[in-house]
């Protein structure tokens, strides 16, 4: 395909639900390249999760294209997918997806530890990726002992461990109060743009869809401009 971060081609997911047949997406097509930062607008319901799932490979259409960095998602085995989710994709969640039982900072060594990163470099990047987020001295917290602001800040950091060059984000600041969703969104921003990754944002916050390079809006399974 193309040298794009990412691109979907009439991709379909139909979803069954007894004998209801919903077609949550009806031939949506993307393409974001790299370095670019683009928000996924639509209603709840509008299929923004299925399109995100899809595109961070951990669900598959039904039919269509998908590329993540030039690599078809059809021609991967299931390793390969693994693979490239793990290297080339960060993925920030609505709630955060902490392990509980890890502190932040083994949650942001692990991912690392699972592309066969050595110990030692693994904690030192996530050191210096808590620092970023501004959270150095909550290293050994759990994420029950973090606010939902700074749960969010460590998946964010954990989501980049990897030095990924596409982010998929899914309503990242959904869960928090405006003001600490601000500061959360423009903290996610100032990283993506720094690190100069391409990102995927969905978002329903129209002020927030307004700082990213453009808008797209989910609308009867098909992606059309803002
Ligand atoms: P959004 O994120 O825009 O709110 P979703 O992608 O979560 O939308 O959902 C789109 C539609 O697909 C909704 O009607 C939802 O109920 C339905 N849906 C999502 N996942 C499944 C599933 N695994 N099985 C059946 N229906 C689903
Ligand atoms: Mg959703």
Redesign the pocket.
Known sequence: MSDAALQLHGLVKVFHQGERRLEVLRGADLTVHPGEMVALLGP?GAG??TLLQICGLLEKPDSGELAIAGKEARKLSEAERTALRGRTIGFVY?YHHLLPEFSALENIVMPQLIVGRSKAEAKARAQSLLAEVGLAERASHRPARLSGGEQQRVAIARALANEPALLLA??PTGNLDPGTGGRVFDLLIGMVREKGLAALI?THNPALAERMDRRLRLEDGRIVEG
Do not use: R
């Open positions: 709840s923004k999760s609505q899914d309503e969905a």
